[in-house]
């Protein structure tokens, strides 16, 4: 196994703990707390599963992309789990339950419209994917849908064990997917600073960009509901990106992109996440 595949199987691992992690966690009334708004879940899922996807399309249209760029863009738009954020969410004031449940409806949902979102890809473009479905729906039954089901069931089962475990699994998945980045960081740090250029850095700059006041808009009025919707809109996990990049095309290199994408979406969040703390507490009245 070479480097390039263990750090994909870093990458992998750390999405399949963080799910497990959620699982975890999850009540029966987190699993239905977003069920129990309808036109919370009906935003939810229009800001990240069809109005940022338009957004990624129209840049691969009318902006002249690299192939790796447009690629790895196509991938994030249609991954449908955001990567560690429930710190994030909890700094900007948002609801735990609503982005566990969030997670929930998405890894379920995400059996049918990614081999969806694939097959509108293909038709819309010259150079389509060259993953099918069924790759698809093995990658988010391995990496989402399983470890999910696991950790809700250990939840059932054996829920004091269960919340021991939440800790050093989240370590863990913390822990593999530094480590993953930084492995790409090192090894991609020229290529990183070369594939800004030809748009690329604009386009992950708008990406990012949007999915934060895409989210923000469809997830009020209610600003804990704002935050987290923000937050998983403009943020996908880079493990089902990869994944998905390096099937279509196993030549190409798509480690430099991908960083970029986590280093701009990082920064861009920073100032986000700390607007909404300072509204959260001129809310609360704290001082």
């Not at 196994?1 to 691992?13: E, G, H, T």
């Not at 809109?233 to 089902?240: C, W």
Request: hydrophobic letters at 60%; aromatic letters at 6%.
């Amino acid at each position: 196994m070479d480097a390039k595949a263990l750090i994909l199987l870093a990458l992998q691992c750390a999405i399949a703990a963080t799910v497990f992690t959620y699982g975890l966690q999850a009540t029966r009334d987190d699993l239905f707390y977003i069920a129990q708004r309808p036109g919370l879940l009906l935003r939810s899922l229009i800001a990240m599963l069809v109005l940022l996807p338009i957004l990624v399309v129209a840049c691969v249209y009318y902006l002249d992309l690299p192939q790796p760029t447009a690629v790895v863009l196509t991938a994030l738009a249609i991954s449908p789990v955001p990567p560690l954020l429930p710190k994030k969410h909890k700094k900007a004031g948002g609801v735990a339950p609503y982005g566990l449940g969030l997670l929930v409806v998405l890894a379920l949902v995400s059996v049918v419209t990614m081999p969806l979102s694939v097959a509108l890809f293909n038709w819309l473009f010259a150079q389509p994917l060259a993953v099918g479905p069924a790759s698809i729906l093995k990658i988010v039954l391995t990496m989402i849908i399983a470890p999910l089901a696991v950790g809700l069931l250990a939840a059932s089962l054996m829920p004091r064990a269960a919340q021991r475990l939440i800790a050093p699994v989240r370590l863990i998945a913390t822990v593999l997917l530094a480590a993953g980045v930084l492995l790409l960081l090192v090894g991609t740090w020229r290529a990183i600073l070369s594939s800004t250029g030809h748009g690329t850095l604009i386009a992950i700059v708008a990406f990012a960009l949007a999915g934060l006041v895409i989210g923000h808009c469809l997830g009020g009025p209610e600003p804990e509901h704002a935050s987290v919707l923000a937050l998983s809109t403009a943020s996908r996990h880079p493990a089902i990106a990869l994944a998905i990049s390096a099937a279509n095309f196993p030549g190409e290199q798509f480690a430099p992109t991908l960083v970029l994408y986590l280093i701009v979406c990082t920064i861009i969040a920073i100032p986000y996440v700390k607007w909404q703390r300072h509204r959260s507490v001129l809310a609360s009245g704290t001082p």
